[in-house]
């Protein structure tokens, strides 16, 4: 008898017709012989509903009492499947994050899960139930409910996947896997069979909107392997597993797996700083203390003692940052700081470049070659990305997608530059 987490995201459930369904795939999954636990996110777009609900009360709601109310969402799902599974003739019980075992730190909003305590869902599991846990919700420190970012109902499936030594990790969603790029951008986007942990953190990372990148450290560090599914269809998804088992399956890993791209991006530009020692430290601890979290930075060379520092920060962080590098600007005496909000990253990745050189010249060829003006340019061992222009975001995406050979047409395991 295997014992399998299920995790449905909140477009899996977003009705009543939905959350039927749903409970007829994890009666499914039960009857085959399993132990089953699932993991719900809040219906459709609740949280983004409760989120406008407290801005429509205040612009600066405390974080304690926004994740008190970000937390009801969840309940929803759990109590309205836990109810669907036992109409249909099966025991089901809900339990919210805290009560199955999940412990985070002290922060909220974004807390860290620190440890997991599974006797209360191993206990209900030995009575037969399937266990309903409301996801992306932990117990911190102080006895509170918190929250855990973004995405977070991943996280509390990988979590209790690892906790619970679950046999399977499946993780549902509106789409049938992980694809090449987007297939709402790119119609010919390939579904990609296997992917790494590594690959697959550098395009959440990158924006690839699939999983949550915390959840695939986590999986990662504990090798939960993730099999990435789709609800409305009964077609094999994605396996998210390690390099050595990929390059086991393959002679060659692809050279390219995947195009990620993030429109969430704003690039700011400090003009003129003085070129000494520990200006940039200044400035990027100063953005650290305020939680602002930095992608990609670019640094000029020196001309008359002075220099430019350009980086990129999400949207969301834009006003934060703006308000503090205008300080800077004027304790650092440098001459302005420019904002641009019409910026987008675009990210090649594969675990094939690890052993193959070129990548990069041709990123670079087939953006030339459509006029594409690259801005910035950050690389890993297995990523390059560039800044370049919104509006030249969808062209971008798909000559680099044609580029490296990543249509349904080709399938080949490797590709020479």
């Known amino acids: 008898m295997a014992l399998v987490v299920m995790k449905f995201g909140g477009s899996s459930v977003a009705d009543a017709t939905k959350i039927k369904l749903v409970a007829s795939r994890v009666i499914e999954k039960k009857k085959a012989g399993n132990k089953v636990v699932v993991v719900v996110s809040?219906?459709?777009d609740t949280t983004d509903d409760l989120l406008s609900m407290a801005e429509n009360i205040t612009s600066n709601p405390p974080?304690?009492?926004?994740?008190?109310?970000?937390?009801?969402?969840?309940?929803?799902?759990?109590?309205?499947?836990?109810?669907?599974?036992?109409?249909?003739?099966?025991?089901?019980?809900?339990?919210?994050?805290?009560?199955?075992?999940?412990?985070?730190?002290?922060?909220?909003?974004?807390?860290?899960?620190?440890k997991v305590n599974p006797n209360k869902i191993k206990s209900m599991l030995a009575?037969?139930?399937?266990?309903?846990?409301?996801?992306?919700?932990?117990?911190?420190?102080?006895g509170d409910i918190t929250t855990l970012g973004r995405g977070g109902s991943d996280l509390t499936a990988v979590v209790l996947a690892a906790g619970l030594q679950a046999d399977f990790c499946e993780i549902y969603s509106d789409v049938e896997g992980v694809f090449t790029t987007d297939p709402r951008l790119v119609t010919d986007a390939r579904k990609i069979?296997?992917?790494?942990?590594?690959?697959?953190?550098?395009?959440?990372?990158?924006?690839?909107?699939?999983?949550?990148?915390?959840?695939?450290?986590?999986?990662?560090?504990?090798?939960?392997?993730?099999?990435?599914?789709?609800?409305?269809?009964?077609?094999?998804?994605?396996?998210?597993?390690?390099?050595?088992?990929?390059?086991?399956?393959?002679?060659e890993a692809l050279l390219v797996s995947g195009i990620a791209f993030d429109k969430n991006q704003v690039k700011f530009t400090i003009i003129d700083l003085p070129d000494i020692p520990g200006v940039a430290a200044k400035v990027f601890s100063k953005l650290a203390k305020v939680g602002v979290n930095v992608d990609m930075i670019i640094q000029s060379a020196a001309v008359n003692k002075k220099n430019d520092i350009s980086f990129t920060v999400s949207k969301q962080e834009m006003k934060k940052t703006q308000i503090e590098l205008d300080k800077l600007a004027q304790e650092l005496n440098a001459s302005e700081v420019v904002c641009d909000e019409h910026v987008a990253k675009v990210s090649v990745v594969g675990i094939g470049m690890k052993s193959h050189a070129g990548v990069a010249g041709k990123m670079f060829e087939v953006?030339?070659?459509?006029?594409?003006?690259?801005?910035?340019?950050?690389?890993?061992?297995?990523?390059?990305?560039?800044?370049?222009?919104?509006?030249?975001?969808?062209?971008?995406?798909?000559?680099?997608?044609?580029?490296f050979g990543l249509s349904r047409k080709n399938r080949s395991l490797y590709e020479k530059i």
């Not at 009575?127 to 102080?142: M, P, R, S």
């Open 42 to 44: 809040a219906p459709g």
């Open 63 to 114: 974080e304690r009492e926004l994740d008190m109310l970000l937390a009801t969402g969840e309940m929803i799902s759990i109590s309205l499947l836990a109810m669907a599974i036992n109409s249909m003739g099966q025991k089901a019980i809900s339990l919210t994050g805290p009560q199955a075992g999940i412990v985070a730190g002290t922060n909220y909003t974004r807390a860290r899960v620190k």
């Open 127 to 142: 009575k037969d139930n399937i266990v309903i846990v409301a996801g992306f919700q932990a117990l911190n420190a102080k």
């Open 193 to 251: 069979e296997y992917i790494s942990y590594d690959e697959m953190l550098e395009l959440a990372g990158s924006g690839a909107q699939v999983l949550q990148s915390r959840s695939i450290e986590v999986a990662k560090k504990f090798g939960v392997q993730i099999y990435a599914k789709s609800t409305f269809s009964q077609n094999q998804g994605t396996i998210i597993t390690s390099e050595e088992n990929i390059r086991r399956r393959k002679m």
């Open 367 to 403: 953006l030339h070659k459509k006029g594409i003006n690259i801005e910035m340019i950050s690389t890993s061992e297995i990523k390059i990305s560039c800044i370049v222009d919104e509006r030249d975001l969808r062209t971008a995406v798909d000559e680099l997608h044609k580029g």
